[in-house]
């Protein structure tokens, strides 16, 4: 009878120690350079999602959950996006994260809807990721939202009656931010609205500042990709237009690429971020000297980002029982706010997150914090 | 053998060179057309399907995001400004590609090629396919000349530079052997062929490479055969009446005494007297009618001398006394500047010839100028180490022209003679190896003889 007692026990035990592997796809360029923005090889993102990873390591611990991190590498090919999407849905990850960008974003979302395999979003701001509905989930503050900002600066703040938007064609988060930021200026009546067309895989815009330089205008408002962005920004500026730039998070929070391309050319400029490591919060503070210790570099809006959708998708994990795609799915649906290193965030099921944005503003050597701009029902 | 003509050579020259460049060109346009054809069909598939995969990856977002989709007519404009498409547009069946392109059928698993009908357009078409949808076609074209023009031009204008430069590589290397060589070469051939034909050797026949030459030749040849009868037939005249006429004086005087002797009776008491005049008229008129015959053979074989120890004063005299009557007859003064003793080792009768011939040629050029000067020969012996030196001055009017010439064979100044005395004289003078020069004198402004025997 003792030793049955005996047995009994070490079988409980070891069905209590049992850890359940979680699978989780993480999906982004990992292998090439991209010509528009600096995240080389998708590190800034994977670095963020190591650190998330560790950092709640004694909760999955717990909770007995191992995870599993595989890499659905898409390169800059957005046609392998949805290869790779299609390849994550009918694997056995129990999730994915990543596409930090909003075409893959958008590429990925109905193949992850119809493969019912809950996917977060970190970055991606595109407006349309917010009507797929169930398995999407979203990281990062609407292109809507930050362009409710921009249009106010530009409106009130520059005082411009005539705006230049130059246009990325063939970029699905520059056209959706260029069509939001010409509706929101309807509603400060500034309808004088003047659009020149270009492709973000050109890297000499002299014919677009050419075009430029014959039109008239009070602001230039380029919703492009950091790297994009700055060879227009020094394109122009260097064919003698002065007048202010308006600029998206694509512009990046830390600049330093982004001046890097500018070689010194000097702008007035406004631009949107998420976050930035002056940001004095406890959480960003502590992530900042974490991250640098961890990878010796400052992490920047893309890393946080991750790291935050990373601690969501980890808090869900911790709550789901059974671990299946349905119940995360159901568990991520129920949480509505999260306090993360870019502040709390509160948001509706399947919709970008409510939250405080950072309105930057150019100087000699970078960017500043100029304002921090609350949603209705977010605070820092 | 039958040479052709200079300008038979340069047509022929001409002729192999535009055969050659004929040859050479025609096989360079046939290998260019060839890849020229090449170019038009596969260059021009090449380059239409070159970034078709890139491009195809670059159209699918625009159907799959409508973000994206205003990005598709800017893509495709800038595509064909790149490319240098004729055309370039989606299109979702058959139906919306141009007309021109008869029986061009889109399919969905492959990259098709269209020639236009005309066949001045190559196109391709491509699907626009992400798994197994297909979202339309992509439909670029482009010029078949335009692929072609660019390199084409820069083939023709390289394979037509290594023609002309082939061609006149050989016209100039043909030219170069026929200016700098050949030409010379035989140039050089004639002159060695006129100098044996001059010199009478047996004449070698030579190949001359135009027939110009060949007939240059024949006529030098001619003008030598010429010039050579016509010298034979006034040297021939020349030495005959020279000889006549040097004879004629001598033997009119022996034919004289001889009839003077005939015209006596056998006892006439005249008759010694006479056949002594006879028998001088002939010791004194042979020896010089033997000299004279004499001289004429010595200018054309070799003078032996036999030397011995001698008074070369003795020589002088003797020839003075000898044309004594010659000097007298002409009151010409002749003047010796001589030591008593010149004694040298010396052939005494051959000289003795040759001071006659300097002391007669130096009366009878002093009597020419008699009319302005007092005619003068003037014989000076100078005593040296080594040698002596005999010169003979006249008061004549010297020598024009090359004095050497007088040296020459039947060259001379006088209106009758030979020629052959002072060959004979320079003869005899190297026998003794001494020499012999002629030159105009200062003394009486006229010739001067100059002998230099050695002791």
């Known amino acids: ?380 | 053998m039958s040479s052709k003509s200079l300008k038979q050579k340069v047509t022929d020259i001409s002729i192999y060179s535009f055969m050659c460049m004929s040859v050479i060109m025609f096989t360079c346009f046939w290998l260019y057309s060839a890849k020229k054809n090449k170019i038009t069909e596969g260059q021009i598939r090449a380059d239409l399907t070159a970034n078709l995969r890139n491009q195809t990856n670059q159209f699918l977002p625009s159907f799959l995001l409508p973000e994206q989709e205003q990005g598709m007519t800017l893509i495709l404009s800038k595509i064909k400004t790149d490319e240098n498409l004729e055309d370039i547009r989606i299109v979702k069946d058959h139906e919306e590609i141009p007309s021109y392109f008869k029986d061009c059928r889109p399919n969905e698993n492959t990259v098709i090629t269209c020639p236009s009908n005309d066949l001045s357009l190559t196109a391709v078409v491509a699907p626009l396919k992400e798994m197994n949808t297909v979202y339309g076609f992509i439909f670029k074209s482009k010029k078949n000349s335009s692929a072609a023009n660019l390199q084409g031009a820069i083939e023709f204008a390289l394979v037509s530079l290594a023609i002309i430069g082939i061609a006149f590589l050989v016209i100039y290397l043909r030219l170069r052997l026929l200016i700098a060589k050949t030409l010379p070469d035989s140039m050089s051939q004639i002159v060695q062929w006129i100098e044996a034909e001059i010199e009478g050797k047996e004449l070698e026949n030579i190949s001359l490479p135009f027939k110009e030459l060949e007939d240059l030749k024949f006529k030098i040849a001619e003008v030598i055969e010429r010039a050579n009868k016509s010298r034979d037939q006034a040297i021939i005249g020349q030495v005959t009446s020279g000889i006549m006429h040097d004879i004629k004086t001598p033997l009119h005087s022996i034919v004289t005494a001889t009839h003077l002797v005939a015209e006596q009776e056998t006892l006439s008491p005249d008759r010694p007297m006479l056949l002594e005049n006879l028998f001088n008229m002939c010791t004194n008129n042979i020896p010089f009618i033997r000299e004279i015959i004499e001289t004429t053979l010595d200018g054309n074989r070799n003078i032996q001398i036999k030397k011995s120890n001698a008074n070369l004063r003795d020589s002088i005299d003797k020839a003075i006394i000898l044309t004594q009557d010659f000097s007298r007859y002409r009151n010409v003064s002749v003047e010796v500047d001589a030591p008593e003793k010149l004694f040298i080792n010396y052939d005494a009768a051959q000289f003795a010839r040759v001071m006659n011939n300097l002391l007669k040629n130096g009366i009878e050029a002093a009597t020419e100028s008699f009319a302005t000067k007092t005619p003068r020969v003037r014989i000076t012996a100078i005593q040296r180490e080594s040698h002596i030196n005999l010169i003979v001055e006249d008061s004549g009017s010297g020598f024009k022209g090359s004095p050497e010439k007088l040296f020459r064979a039947f060259r001379t100044t006088k209106t009758r003679g030979t020629g052959l005395g002072l060959l004979v004289s320079k003869k005899i003078v190297e026998a003794h190896n001494g020499k012999i020069k002629a030159s105009n004198g200062s003394t009486y402004g006229g010739a001067r003889m100059e002998v230099e025997l050695p002791i």
């Open chain 1, 1 to 380: 009878m003792k030793s049955l007692l005996a047995l009994f026990t070490i079988f409980v035990a070891t069905v209590a120690q049992a850890k359940v592997t979680a699978t989780i796809g993480l999906a982004s360029n990992f292998s090439e350079l991209s010509t528009v923005s600096f995240n080389p090889f998708g590190g800034f993102f994977q670095n963020a999602i190591e650190l998330a990873v560790s950092d709640n390591k004694a909760l999955l611990d717990k909770a007995g959950i191992k995870l599993e991190l595989v890499k659905y590498d898409y390169g800059t090919n957005d046609i392998n996006v949805i290869k790779k999407a299609k390849e994550a849905s009918s694997s056995n990850a129990i999730a994915v994260i990543g596409y930090n960008y909003s075409a893959p974003a958008l590429l990925s979302a109905p193949i992850h809807t119809e493969a019912k395999i809950p996917v977060i979003y970190p970055s991606a701001s595109a407006n349309r990721l917010g009507t797929f509905g169930k398995y999407v989930h979203l990281g990062s503050i609407s292109n809507q939202f930050m362009v409710e900002s921009l249009a106010k600066i530009a409106a009130q703040t520059l005082n411009a009656k005539r705006i230049l938007i130059l246009t990325a064609v063939d970029c699905a988060y520059c056209t959706d931010l260029s069509k939001s930021f010409t509706e929101e200026l309807k509603k400060y009546r500034v309808t004088d609205i003047q659009n020149i067309q270009l492709l973000e895989k050109e890297t000499d815009f002299f014919k677009v500042a050419e075009e430029a330089k014959k039109l008239s205008f009070d602001a230039v408002f380029v919703p492009n990709q950091e790297l994009t962005a700055a060879r227009l920004i020094a394109a122009l500026t260097e064919a003698g237009i002065t007048k202010p730039f308006l600029g998206a998070d694509g512009w990046g929070n830390e600049g330093a690429e982004f001046f890097r391309v500018l070689k010194g050319k000097k702008f007035t400029g406004y631009s949107v971020t998420h976050w930035h490591t002056k940001l004095k919060t406890k959480k960003s503070v502590r992530f900042v000297a974490e991250y640098k210790k961890r990878f010796d570099k400052l992490p920047n809006d893309t890393s946080v980002l991750a790291y935050d959708s990373m601690t969501f998708l980890i808090q869900a994990l911790i709550k789901t029982k059974p671990l299946t795609r349905e119940n995360l799915e159901k568990t991520l649906s129920s949480i509505n706010a999260l306090d993360g290193v870019t502040g709390k965030s509160y948001w509706e099921p399947h919709q970008a997150p409510k939250k405080n944005i950072l309105i930057l503003k150019t100087t000699d050597t970078g960017f500043a914090i100029n304002q921090i701009v609350t949603p209705k029902g977010g605070s820092l």
